[in-house]
């Protein structure tokens, strides 16, 4: 597309190289585990065998809600929070603002979760923020976020090193982009009955030019959340608003309604909700009650886009009387392109803004920049097949890219089988932990045995046979069968199991063709110019 | 005719600080100084979400000049052109 | 997503991978590496294709269906390497 001159391309490919090179594994397991998180909500259902639970705002929720809040202590009815607990129930979280014995400024209040139809409480927490949302049937979905969202790594350094990530995701859809001179001829141009390293370029080039914009847009709001969060907000707030703590607060969430601190009864919620549902059209997503009970009480309901829109929606309400105040942007005081970008800016990042169509095709997406980095790192290693240098770097990015799926898979057993017990917050990472020690022993040992050969398919081998364990795995934990499944209208947990059960039996088919027939096999059968990394076998 | 990349050992080093350490702290004073001139909208806000949403962009502007142009004093002039705009409006804001 | 706004969506999608299959079944690069006769596709027809190809998208904005339009771009992504992985001649393929 572009003829930038030899040296100018030199330069580019050695960008593009070393920059998949020295940071392609960390990217790599950003990129298959946000590919993964895509469906961490659906996944979470699977993993505690309940599908996706009816509107808890479709039954009354007034007289539940304020029986809920009476009970609890009054120190707590400061603020509170209505939202669907993770099993579907009705969660009340009613909470004050408070010093920890550190010093630092957080929420402590009660946590309550009630059938929604009857009011019936089903469970109470009480205690700090962090301690009551430690929630372990969310402990599988919060895992797998988490490694995506900062490598499960303290604040601000797994921050930091994702958004570096993300740089240099750009970095490498940019080089890739200006270095190579056909894009476009080469579009569908895939070698793959020539010499194995015609044939590796063509399919990293062929995926990677397809997946560029895609590749673009998750790097540039990938980078943004990162250094947002980080550094980046607090940065351009402090230069914006000079330190003004409250004038940022202000333009961030708008001002402060004037303190009362007469009573006031909170107003009928049910008809609070009926009227936002009404003037906007999406489902309600959360209530928000600041200044429970006073006179400068406020309402705010959160709702989903409205169907064939980007952005969600919050509007405002006085408590006492129930009256609309305004409809208020997620960031800033009125619509702006400023708030209208804060707001899109997730669901282009997530794919959750279509429902179960859009998650299934930026899922593909994840799993096609997943496979662009693999076969980067593939083409960059044939090219020095040769030399004994990197022979140890190919042993690691086998273990690397088929070990990372069998690791995360190993936290979802531990998940399984640790969730009766109750212990899934501390099991689930451990047992990745487990399962990354298990691959890394078995790549090191196959690696000094045959030199590394049939390492991936054997690997793959080990993909395939974790896979399909799952869906065993969890029936056999307790969790519920199919016929039940669907009787309960648990649909993701038979489409995922069947998804699993597929994916592993294709694991299984991919291994065998590169030459593994079983999983003893310690040399692959010869094969003619195959390429390891094509997906259509 | 010797290509300007067929460079020695200190160009090529100082192209490489050029686009690694010294873009990526541009980028960041860019950052810093672009609320003050970018404006904040009805909300208030679009010179908060502006700034982080084109740092990538203007880092990897930044990276890729310094990696791409021939002329590493064209790039070390244009970096402390684009930082030292940024500094001065910085310095007006809070010391001015 | 509502029922409309999935119409669009599938229509978009079904009509821009007929254009991609046509493209890919008459690119030059692509069947000459196959050992296939080139079709007898000018540049201007194919460039005409790649237009109908980004013209859901164009009308789909302009209808100002934001999901829609988002899920058929990423569908267009995925449909074009779909297709070129199925085009691709076998690994067996002699030449």
């Not at chain 1, 179960?356 to 980067?376: D, E, P, Q, R």
Request: glycine letters at 10%.
């Amino acid at each position: 597309m572009f003829n930038l001159g030899q040296a100018k391309t030199k330069i580019l490919v050695a960008v593009h190289g070393w920059s998949g090179v020295v940071l392609g594994f960390l990217l790599y397991a950003v990129v298959l585990t946000g590919t993964i998180a895509v469906f961490a909500h659906e996944i979470g259902h699977w993993s505690i065998g309940r599908g996706e639970a009816p509107s808890i705002y479709q039954h009354p929720i007034d007289d539940h809600v304020r029986t809920a809040i009476n009970s609890v202590e009054p120190r707590f009815r400061h603020d509170v929070s209505i939202f669907s607990s993770p099993r579907g129930n009705l969660a009340v979280w009613a909470h004050t603002h408070a010093k920890r014995p550190s010093g630092q400024l957080a929420d402590i209040g009660a946590l309550l979760e009630l059938d929604p139809r009857s009011g019936r409480e089903i469970a109470r927490r009480e205690g700090w923020s962090n301690e009551v949302f430690r929630e372990t049937a969310t402990a599988l979905e919060r895992f797998l976020v988490d490694v995506h969202v900062r490598l499960h790594m303290p604040n601000p350094w797994g921050l930091l090193l994702t958004g570096v990530l993300g740089l240099a995701m750009m970095a490498a859809a940019v080089s890739g982009l200006l270095m190579h001179p056909n894009l476009i001829k080469d579009s569908f141009t895939l070698r793959r009955h020539k010499k194995t390293l015609v044939a590796a370029r063509d399919e990293h080039a062929v995926a990677g030019t397809w997946g560029l914009p895609f590749a673009f847009l998750l790097a540039l709001t990938g980078a943004f959340f990162s250094f947002a969060l980080s550094f980046g907000l607090p940065i351009v707030s402090l230069v914006a608003f000079g330190g003004d703590q409250a004038k940022l607060r202000d333009t961030l969430v708008g001002a402060r309604p004037a303190v009362d601190e007469r009573s006031a009864e909170v107003a009928n919620l049910d008809a609070m909700i009926r009227d936002a549902q009404t003037r906007v059209g999406g489902s309600v997503n959360r209530v928000s009650i600041t200044h429970y009970g006073r006179k400068n009480g406020q309402v705010t309901i959160a709702l989903d886009p409205a169907p064939g829109e980007l952005e969600p929606s919050r509007l405002v309400y006085e408590a006492p009387d129930g009256a609309f105040v305004m409809r208020k942007t997620r960031i800033g005081t009125e619509p702006s392109l400023g708030s209208t970008l804060f707001s899109i800016i997730g669901p282009l990042h997530f794919g959750n803004f279509g429902g179960v169509i859009s998650k299934l095709v930026w899922g593909a997406l994840g799993f096609a920049s997943c496979f662009m980095i693999a076969t980067g790192m593939s083409l960059w290693l044939r090219r020095r097949a040769g030399d004994e240098r990197w022979r140890i770097f190919a042993c690691v990015n086998a273990t690397v890219i088929f070990g990372l799926p069998i690791a995360l898979a190993a936290s979802a057993y531990g998940f399984l089988l640790s969730y009766p017990a109750e212990s899934a917050a501390t099991a689930t990472p451990l047992a990745f932990l487990a399962g990354a020690m298990l691959v890394i022993s078995f790549a090191t040992y196959a690696s000094q045995r045959s030199g590394g050969q049939a390492l991936d398919a054997h690997l793959m081998w080990g993909l395939g046979l974790t896979l399909i364990g799952l869906p065993i795995a969890r029936i056999a934990s307790g969790g519920i069968f199919w016929p039940e499944a669907f009787a309960a209208g648990a649909h993701e947990t038979i489409v995922i199991d069947f998804a699993l059960l597929l994916g592993g039996a294709f694991c299984i088919r991919l291994a065998r063709r590169w030459g593994v027939s079983t999983l003893s096999d310690t040399e692959p059968a010869a094969t003619s110019g195959k390429s390891q990394m094509d997906p259509a076998e | 005719m010797s290509s300007k990349y067929e460079s020695g050992g200190v160009r090529r080093v100082i192209r490489w600080v050029l686009a690694g350490p010294v873009a990526a702290i541009i980028a960041v004073i860019v950052l810093m100084g672009m609320p003050l001139y970018i404006p904040a909208g009805r909300g208030g806000v679009d010179n908060l979400v502006i700034p982080l949403l084109l740092l990538p962009i203007i880092w990897a502007l930044l990276f890729f000049h310094a990696v791409l142009d021939s002329n590493l004093a064209r790039v070390a002039l244009i970096g402390v052109l684009v930082a030292g705009v940024n500094l001065t409006l910085l310095a007006a804001r809070f010391w001015g | 997503m509502d029922a409309l706004n999935g119409l669009m969506s599938l229509a978009a999608c079904a009509w821009s991978l007929a254009m991609i299959v046509l493209l890919g079944l008459s690119d030059p690069k692509s069947r000459r590496t196959a050992q296939k006769p080139v079709a007898r596709v000018s540049s201007s027809l194919r460039l005409t294709a790649a237009a109908f190809a980004l013209l859901p998208g164009a009308l789909l904005l302009a209808a100002g269906s934001a999901v829609a339009f988002l899920i058929w771009s990423g569908f267009l992504t995925i449909a074009g390497w779909a297709v070129a992985i199925v085009l691709a001649p076998p690994s067996h393929h002699r030449e």
